[in-house]
């Protein structure tokens, strides 16, 4: 009977035992099978806030150089690319109607000279008793009609002559030219001329941005024509008002311009300091960009042993790492590396964990 019972005993501790063994060998299979992946401590730190802009550059002023009547076009002396100075001739246009309004001129000296005679002659008859005040007060108002014709014949005459050769008011570069020599003008100036020394360039500032940019302060531009060649402008203009379908406000950057390299059209890219704020920084790859959206994610290692998927916004790349502007905590443990085979709740093993390695060495 004893012998009966020892065996039935014997038995029970043998299937415990063998039931723990299966329980351990299971979650060491389980620990086994979970991803290893490599993590880094990151922290956060003082970060230059850089805004980065876009813009075509501007001409400081344009000019329209137009007739002010209908008129034929004799010559045009300049073309499109031309540099030009104030003052130079730029067009020359037909002036058959010249003569006309010289021979008005003429008529109102004439008109104004007889007038002149018989306001003097009735003015020494009503001095010696031979005429009356009203006629001198007559012969005053034609006197004061006539110097008006003769004062807008001139003025007519003047503006035809000054329309006959159009000149350029800046110095400049010729933009546009809408007409040849025989051209009838019309609605579209003939030329166009741009100051360009210095340009401009009209950026679009967030609110956000807005308190932080200033005029007077220092921008850095870069063009794609000329590489990495730096230019260094200067905020001049800050608008007051937002533009309501972008919700932004426009800002001014001034390049002096005094060799004449930057022309108007050429793409531009702008670079304020905004100062500094405390962001986190991760390595670029720490972080995972979800396919086909722009959304971004950083899977955080937590202190259960899973990882987190995250959400990040991203800021500005900082050489091999990313600032992250929002998704990461100071003081967060992030994956590195081994991040597809994971998903969010996942149970990992950290590759530099001396504990398992210890586990498995006993083992």
Do not use: W
């Not at 030009?84 to 109102?108: F, K, W």
């Not at 800046?170 to 020394?197: C, E, F, H, K």
């Not at 905004?274 to 994610?297: E, I, M, W």
């Amino acid at each position: 009977m004893n012998k009966i019972f020892i065996s039935a005993a014997s038995l029970a501790l043998l299937t415990l035992g063998a039931c723990s063994g299966s329980e351990k060998q299971d979650k060491n299979v389980k620990e086994e099978s979970a991803p290893v992946v490599k993590t880094m401590l990151v922290n956060d730190r003082e970060v230059n806030q850089i805004g980065n802009y876009t813009a075509t550059v501007e001409p400081e002023l344009i000019n329209n150089i137009s007739s002010s009547a209908p008129n034929r076009i004799k010559q045009i002396l300049v073309d499109e690319g031309m540099r030009v100075s104030a003052g130079q001739r730029l067009v020359i246009m037909d002036d058959i109607n010249t003569t006309s309004y010289e021979l008005q001129v003429d008529n109102a000296k004439a008109n104004l000279k007889n007038v002149e005679v018989n306001y003097n002659r009735a003015l020494e008859l009503y001095k010696i008793g031979g005429g009356t005040k009203q006629q001198v007060d007559q012969m005053e108002i034609q006197l004061v009609n006539a110097k008006n014709a003769l004062a807008s014949a001139e003025r007519t005459l003047r503006n035809m002559r000054e329309n006959t050769v159009l000149t350029s008011p800046i110095s400049g570069v010729v933009t546009a030219r809408n007409y040849d020599p025989g051209d009838m003008t019309a609605n579209l100036p003939i030329l166009t001329v741009a100051r360009t020394q210095p340009v401009k360039i009209v950026i679009n500032v967030s609110e956000s941005e807005l308190a932080k940019v200033k005029r007077g302060m220092p921008a850095i531009v870069t063009f794609d024509t000329y590489g990495d060649e730096i230019f260094n402008g200067t905020v001049t203009l800050v608008s007051p008002t937002v533009d309501h379908s972008s919700r932004t406000f426009g800002a001014e950057v001034t390049l002096a311009n005094s060799d004449g390299r930057i022309l108007p059209g050429m793409f531009g890219r702008v670079e304020l300091s905004l100062g500094t704020a405390r962001r986190v920084v991760v390595p670029d790859k720490a972080v995972v960009k979800q396919p086909g959206s722009g959304n971004h994610y950083v899977y955080v290692y937590n202190q259960d042993g899973t990882v987190s998927y995250n959400k990040v916004e991203l800021g500005q790349r900082l050489g091999d790492s990313y600032e992250l502007i929002s998704g990461v905590e100071p003081g967060s443990t992030v994956v590195v590396s081994g991040q597809t085979r994971l998903a969010n709740g996942m149970k990992v093993r950290i590759a530099n964990d001396t504990k398992n390695d210890s586990n498995k060495s006993e083992k």
